[in-house]
């Protein structure tokens, strides 16, 4: 009798086990779906993968990132309605398109020439500069988790830009900013704001003639074909905000909310890393084809630009924040720039 006793005890952590195995298995895993608009081959698309691949090996599992690329599930307007509205958990919009959510500081990384290079971008995003952005989207319902670099834009339309006079009448497709349409209009184009994933149609058809950039979203979504020239100009910038649902992130668990930021860190760094080198490359691609003409600007053009372009920063002052505009200035100061 004993002896059965103690064979039973000895078993019972065994049979326990044996139970909450199944039991474990059966709980469901937290689903964040993280949505965004360009392929899965450009700086944007690469992180979001590598941020699924380390939070799911973070959290053992217990978290699932599902990514939808390419605005397969939203475009842009719709992913960021999708994501107050708690359908999508994750997103990674440019800075451009942070007006709708009441954001319109986040405008400030169109300005033309506001970053004259990385090394003030990383002070300004990985400062307090960055975090006080980050902070702004809390009222919203919405927790900035970190900036991710894209890189510097270039022009592209079927006639040479080099004078600013080129741009006359032509018709520019733009992300939802305030800043770059009034960028467009000091050049003297016709700005229009169109979904990312309408644009290659609308330059193929003529609804506009011509848009600006980074290299690896031209070539990643084919605009290179259907466009006879690229100028490199280096006039602004794409970036991005990742972001979640506030409340989606407040009911994690504390050790999930944990492993989720450090995989987003470790995205983070990945992303600023690689994002240089995917533009450069892209470009490398759209010139080997051959088919469209890539024109670097020269000092003197460069300079007939800068003077079309810089008045914008007044005229968006009273926009974006004179006090923002200063303190970015400042961190190129510090370089030991002056902008
Ligand atoms: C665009 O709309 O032009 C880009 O900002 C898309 C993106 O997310 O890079």
């Given amino acids: 009798m004993k002896t059965r006793l103690l064979a039973t005890a000895l078993a019972l952590p065994l049979v326990l086990a044996l139970h ?34 380390l939070a799911e090996k973070a959290t053992h599992g217990r978290v699932k990132v599902e990514v939808y690329p390419n605005s397969t599930l939203y ?18 919009p440019s800075m451009a398109k942070f007006g709708p959510l009441g954001a319109k500081e986040f405008e400030v990384f169109d300005l033309p020439y506001i970053f ?17 952005l980050l902070k702004k989207l809390e009222p919203k319902g919405i927790i900035g988790l970190a900036f991710w670099d894209n890189g510097f834009k270039v022009m592209t339309a079927n ?24 960028q467009f209009r000091a ?16 330059l193929q058809t003529g609804v506009v003639d011509g848009s600006e950039n980074t290299s690896s979203n031209i070539y990643t979504q084919k ?17 991005y905000a990742v972001i979640v649902n506030k409340k989606f992130w407040d009911s994690l668990p504390a050790d999930i909310r944990t492993q989720l ?13 690689i994002a240089q080198k995917e533009n450069d490359d892209a470009l490398a691609a759209i010139k080997a084809t ?41 961190e190129s100061a510090a370089l030991g720039i002056k902008n």
């Fill in 20 to 53: 909450a195995a199944p039991l474990m298995a059966q709980q469901a895993p937290i689903v964040i779906k993280f949505s965004h608009v360009v392929t899965s081959n450009t700086p944007k698309g690469k992180a979001a993968d590598r941020f699924k691949e």
């Fill in 75 to 92: 475009k842009d307007k719709e992913e960021v309605e999708a994501l107050q509205l708690g359908a999508v958990q994750m997103l990674a």
């Fill in 116 to 132: 004259p290079n990385r090394a003030v971008l990383s002070r300004v995003t990985e400062g307090p500069i960055g975090q006080g």
């Fill in 159 to 182: 006639r040479p830009m080099h004078k600013v006079a080129d741009f006359k009448g032509l018709k520019m497709r733009i992300q939802s900013s305030k800043v770059l349409d009034e």
């Fill in 187 to 202: 050049l003297g184009a016709n700005p229009q704001v169109l979904a990312f994933s309408d644009v290659y149609q609308a």
């Fill in 223 to 239: 605009m290179n074909e259907v466009q006879s020239n690229l100028t490199v100009s280096d006039h602004g910038y794409i970036g």
């Fill in 261 to 273: 930021e450090g995989a987003m860190k470790e995205a983070t760094r990945y992303a600023n890393v």
């Fill in 290 to 330: 051959g088919k469209t003409n890539v024109y670097y600007l020269t000092e003197q053009e460069k300079l007939e630009w800068r003077r079309a372009l810089m008045p914008v920063r007044k005229a968006m002052e009273a926009r974006v924040g004179k006090a923002l505009i200063e303190s970015i200035d400042k």
